[in-house]
């Protein structure tokens, strides 16, 4: 049994910060790389950002870039977005993923997916 389970969203003001949370559970993860997909309403799902076993290897989508921050505690099984200066743009549902081929988790088709935690960012 996989799960992934994020929490921490809510709902913020433009430029405040806010960080998620993903738990991962029920098999090994080490070779997975880790991530996080994001979808707003009538939007096309998109990729935010990813990490591998070693967190320098991090990938920040150039949408989130500079204000983003992805890491990763592999003791805990647990994966961060921590997010900066936040946007209206950046409201929508955020899901945990994880899949042992990056490309998969980059073109938002991964082996796993957590339930989604709602992030609303107000103006």
């Known amino acids: 049994q996989v799960q992934l389970v994020e929490s921490g969203g809510g709902l913020v003001q433009t430029g405040d910060s806010l960080t998620l949370s993903c738990a991962a559970s029920g098999r090994e993860f080490r070779t997975y790389f880790m991530g996080w997909v994001r979808q707003a309403p009538g939007k096309e799902r998109e990729f935010v950002a990813a990490?591998?076993?070693?967190?320098?290897?991090?990938i920040h989508a150039d949408s989130v870039k500079g204000r983003f921050s992805i890491s990763r505690d592999n003791a805990k099984n647990t994966v961060y977005l921590q997010m900066n200066s936040l946007k209206p743009e950046d409201t929508a549902n955020y899901y945990c993923?994880?899949?042992?081929?990056?490309?998969?988790?980059?073109?938002?088709?991964?082996?796993?997916w957590g339930q989604g935690t709602q992030v609303t960012v107000s103006s």
């Open positions: 993923a994880a899949d042992e081929i990056f490309g998969k988790l980059r073109n938002v088709q991964p082996e796993y």
């Open positions: 990490v591998g076993w070693i967190g320098g290897s991090a």
